[in-house]
């Protein structure tokens, strides 16, 4: 299964496309992808390496795209600038998953930080 055959945003296929390198779908993401992008809740295990970070990005960003269109993103009443918030176990995982946000993001108008603690602010 291809990354083509998904319905989600172009530029964000052009992202898979041009800038990752990416064409298939590995078996977690043709499995967890279906049912995430059509708005589910899913639980997902598979070894390191196997494509899980974009298996949950990918509907995440997809959401933030319908929202940024609808004139609706980042316009929580507490936090008007954030859209979207994921919690890693560790400072690693963070710095991994905001690299491949901004990779699937390359060709969109989102910002992306990752956020450690046990370090200095300056």
Same mark, same amino acid.
Do not use: W
């Given at each position: 299964?291809?990354?083509?055959?998904?319905?989600?945003? @172009?530029? +964000?296929?052009?992202?898979?496309?041009?800038?990752?390198?990416?064409? &298939?779908? +590995?078996?977690?993401?043709?499995?967890?992808?279906?049912?995430?992008?059509?708005? &589910?809740?899913?639980?997902?295990?598979?070894? +390191?390496?196997?494509?899980?970070?974009?298996?949950?990005?990918?509907? +995440?960003?997809? &959401?933030?795209?319908? #929202?940024?269109?609808?004139?609706?993103?980042?316009?929580?009443?507490?936090? @008007?600038?954030?859209?979207? #918030?994921?919690?890693?176990?560790?400072?690693?995982?963070?710095?991994?998953?905001?690299?491949?946000?901004?990779?699937?993001?390359?060709?969109?108008?989102?910002?992306?930080?990752? #956020?450690?603690?046990?370090?200095?602010?300056?």
């Amino acid at each position: 299964m291809t990354f083509e055959s998904l319905d989600i945003d @172009p530029l +964000t296929k052009k992202s898979l496309r041009e800038h990752m390198k990416y064409d &298939k779908m +590995t078996e977690v993401q043709q499995q967890a992808l279906p049912v995430a992008l059509a708005g &589910k809740d899913l639980l997902a295990q598979a070894k +390191t390496g196997t494509g899980k970070t974009i298996a949950f990005l990918l509907p +995440t960003i997809q &959401k933030l795209v319908a #929202l940024k269109a609808s004139g609706r993103a980042g316009q929580g009443r507490n936090n @008007p600038g954030i859209s979207c #918030l994921i919690i890693s176990p560790t400072r690693e995982l963070a710095i991994q998953i905001a690299k491949e946000a901004e990779n699937l993001l390359h060709f969109h108008s989102f910002n992306v930080a990752a #956020l450690v603690g046990g370090t200095s602010k300056y």
